[in-house]
C-alpha cells in the first residue's frame, strides 16, 4: 500500500500547503514588490552549516512519545526506508562538504551496520559529526571505533532517571544496558556527552532522578525540550507541561542540578514566548529569555523518506519538525543539494522568516516571533 504523504501532517511536520495559505498573506500585507524582494534574498548560495540526516528509519525502541515509532500505526507508516550509503556520499561531494553532519532524526542511527563504512566517506567531507541516539545499539568496541571519528557531539535521549521510568518511556529498552553504554560513551567522550530528554507531564517526577544518575556516571549536562504534541503522543496519554506547572519544575530542576553540579539547559525554541519570559524571571535569567526564535529548520524532503533537514543560522536542535512535502518520492540524496535547499516552497517559508512574518504552523507550535534578518 502506498501510504498517504498527507496521514502523518498532524504528527507536526508542518506541510507545503500550511506555507503557501501563509504565503498568500504575506504577500497581502507586505506586496508584491516586497515579498517578491525577500524572495530574491531567500536564495541559498551554500548548503547551511549543520545538515541533519537519517540513513533509514527503522528504530530498536517505541517511545510513547515519538511521533515515527510510539505507535504500530506510525511504525508501519515510516518503515523500511533505507538510503544508498553512494548516494548520501555524493550528495555531500555535489554540495563541496558541510560544517557538521548530524544523524538521528526519525530513526536509530546506529541500528545501520553500514554506518561505518559512511562515516569513514563522509569525514573529509565536514568538519563533525552529531549523532542523537539511544546509545543501545552500541558497545564497548563501536564507541571507541566512534572517537576515531570528528565527533563534536553526542545527545543521548532518554526520558527517565530511573529504571521504572526507563521501562516505560523508553519502551523495549533495559536500564541497566543503557547505563552500561552511558558509561561507556562518558569515558570516551567526555563532556561531549549530552543527556538528552524531552519533559512531560508523565516523566516529570522520573527526570528528577536524573541528575544524580548523571554525576555518577561522569556526566555534566542535561538538556530537555518540551514534548512536542501529536497524534500519537496525544493517543498514548501523554500531556506536556506548560505555564506555571512548568515553571515551578524547571526552578525545582535547575536546584537539583545545581546541588549535583549538572548544567541544565532547557530548548527556547520549545518555550512559548509568555513561558521563556516567565523561566527567565524564575531563575534569575538561567533558564529561558526573549521570545524570538533565532534559527529554524527545515525539511524540504517528502515523508515518508530518508529524513534530510537544513539548518539556517543559530543552533536550534530538534525544532518543530520544520517543512514536510517536498513533492518527490526520489531519495533527496539523489537530488541537487542547492536545488533542495533552494525549492519553491523553502524559498519562501525563508523569505517569510526573514522578514520577521510567523507562519502560522510555527504560531501552532511555539508561537515565537522571527526576528526579522533583513
Ligand atoms: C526521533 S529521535 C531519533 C534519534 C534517536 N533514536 C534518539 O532517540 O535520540 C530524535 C529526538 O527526537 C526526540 N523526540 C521524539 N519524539 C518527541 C516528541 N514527541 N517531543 C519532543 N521530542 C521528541 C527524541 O527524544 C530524540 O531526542
Ligand atoms: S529511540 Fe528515538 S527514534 Fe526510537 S522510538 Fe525513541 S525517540 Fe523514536
Same mark, same amino acid.
Given at each position: 500500500m502506498d501510504p498517504s504523504p498527507l496521514k502523518y501532517n498532524d504528527a507536526g511536520v508542518l506541510t507545503h500547503e500550511n506555507f503557501i495559505s501563509d504565503w498568500t498573506k504575506f504577500v497581502e500585507v507586505y506586496g508584491n514588490a516586497k515579498a517578491a524582494e525577500f524572495l530574491e534574498k531567500s536564495n541559498a548560495t551554500d548548503l547551511p552549516d549543520v545538515v541533519s540526516i537519517d540513513l533509514a528509519s527503522d528504530c530498536n525502541l517505541k517511545c510513547p512519545m515519538c511521533r515515527y515509532h510510539g505507535s504500530d500505526d506510525a511504525r508501519a507508516h515510516y518503515a523500511g526506508r533505507h538510503a544508498e550509503i553512494d548516494d548520501v556520499v555524493s550528495f555531500f561531494e555535489k554540495a563541496g562538504g558541510v560544517e557538521t553532519i548530524a544523524f538521528g532524526v526519525m530513526s536509530e &542511527? *546506529? @541500528?545501520?551496520?553500514d554506518i561505518w563504512d559512511c562515516l569513514e566517506k563522509l569525514q573529509p567531507l565536514c568538519k563533525s559529526f552529531e549523532f542523537s541516539t539511544n546509545a543501545l545499539p552500541l558497545t564497548k568496541t563501536s564507541i571507541q571505533k566512534l572517537a576515531r571519528f570528528n565527533v563534536k557531539i553526542i545527545h543521548v535521549s532518554c526520558d527517565a532517571g530511573d529504571a521504572e521510568g526507563y521501562a516505560k518511556w523508553r519502551a523495549g529498552g533495559k536500564f541497566s544496558q543503557f547505563q552500561e553504554k552511558l558509561k561507556y560513551l562518558a569515558d570516551e567522550f567526555g563532556d561531549r556527552v549530552v543527556f538528552h530528554a524531552a519533559l512531560y507531564e508523565q516523566n516529570q517526577e522520573s527526570l528528577l532522578k536524573a541528575p544524580a544518575f548523571l554525576k555518577e556516571i561522569g556526566l555534566g549536562e542535561l538538556e530537555m525540550v518540551r514534548l512536542f504534541e501529536t497524534t500519537v503522543s496525544k493517543m498514548n496519554g501523554l500531556k506536556r507541561l506548560e505555564g506555571p506547572g512548568l515553571i515551578s519544575y524547571l526552578v525545582k530542576m535547575l536546584e537539583t542540578c545545581d546541588r549535583e553540579g549538572i548544567k541544565l539547559t532547557y530548548g527556547l525554541h520549545t518555550l512559548s514566548p509568555e513561558d521563556a519570559e516567565a523561566a527567565y524571571r524564575a531563575t534569575g535569567g538561567r533558564l529561558g529569555c526573549q521570545s524570538y526564535h533565532e534559527a529554524m529548520s527545515i525539511?524540504? !524532503?517528502? @515523508? &515518508?523518506?530518508d529524513y534530510l533537514g537544513f539548518q539556517f543560522g /543559530?543552533?536550534?536542535? *530538534?525544532? !518543530? /519538525?520544520g517543512v514536510d512535502g *517536498? &513533492?518527490?518520492?526520489?531519495?533527496? *540524496?539523489? @537530488?541537487n543539494p542547492l536545488a533542495l535547499v533552494n525549492s519553491p516552497v523553502v524559498r519562501m517559508v525563508r523569505a517569510m522568516t526573514l522578514a520577521g512574518f510567523t507562519p502560522t504552523g510555527c504560531s501552532l507550535n511555539c508561537g515565537k516571533k522571527y526576528r526579522p534578518t533583513i
Open positions: &542511527p *546506529f @541500528m545501520r551496520k525539511h524540504p !524532503c517528502s @515523508m &515518508p523518506w /543559530g543552533n536550534v536542535k *530538534f525544532c !518543530c /519538525g *517536498f &513533492p518527490t518520492k526520489e531519495s533527496p *540524496f539523489k @537530488m
